[in-house]
C-alpha cells in the first residue's frame, strides 16, 4: 500500500574494466605521472635582492586530469642558489580540473646574476583515442 516501502534484492551483471599501463615507448626521463592536459607557468616575486636574502619562486600548473595526483617536476641546481623543499597546494574543481602551485623559498648565498631555466612538464595525454596516446611537453 502507499506509504510502505519493501526492500527488493535486484541481481546485476558484474562488470569488468582493463587498465592498461601507461606506454613506455616515448615517455619523457622527466615524466612524474600527470595524466590529462596541462600548461605551466613560473614567476619570482622580486628581481633584484642582497646577497643573503631570498625569493619565491612560484611554478602554476593548470589543467584537467589527476593534479593532485603527480610530484612536481624536480628542479635543475643553481650554484649559489638554495631551493628548499616547496609548499604544494592542490585547488581541484570538478573533480578533475585545477591548479598545483608549487612555491619554492628560494635563498642567495653569493652575489650575481642568476638565471632560472623555464621548466619543462611532461604529462601523458589521455583524450585521444587509446591507439593514438601520447606523451606531451607543455607550452612554458
Known amino acids: ?9 535486484l541481481p546485476s551483471k558484474p562488470q569488468t574494466i582493463r587498465v592498461l599501463p601507461l606506454p613506455e615507448q616515448g615517455k619523457p626521463a622527466d615524466f612524474t605521472g600527470a595524466i590529462g ?4 607557468n613560473s614567476s619570482i616575486d622580486k628581481t633584484q635582492i642582497k ?8 611554478i602554476v600548473i593548470s589543467g584537467a586530469g589527476n593534479i593532485s ?6 628542479l635543475p641546481e643553481i650554484p649559489n642558489l638554495r631551493f ?10 570538478n573533480g578533475v580540473e585545477g591548479t598545483k602551485t608549487v612555491k619554492y623559498l628560494v635563498l642567495t648565498q653569493e652575489k650575481g646574476s642568476y638565471d632560472i631555466p623555464s621548466q619543462s612538464f611532461s604529462y601523458f595525454d589521455n583524450r585521444n583515442h587509446p591507439t593514438l ?7 612554458h
Do not use: C, H, W
Open 84 to 93: 628548499m623543499t616547496p609548499e604544494v597546494i592542490n585547488q581541484v574543481k
Open 37 to 40: 592536459r596541462y600548461s605551466i
Open 1 to 9: 500500500g502507499f506509504g510502505m516501502t519493501d526492500r527488493l534484492n
Open 133 to 139: 596516446v601520447k606523451y606531451e611537453k607543455s607550452p
Open 69 to 74: 595526483q603527480f610530484t612536481v617536476p624536480s
Open 51 to 58: 646577497a643573503g636574502e631570498s625569493f619565491v619562486y612560484t
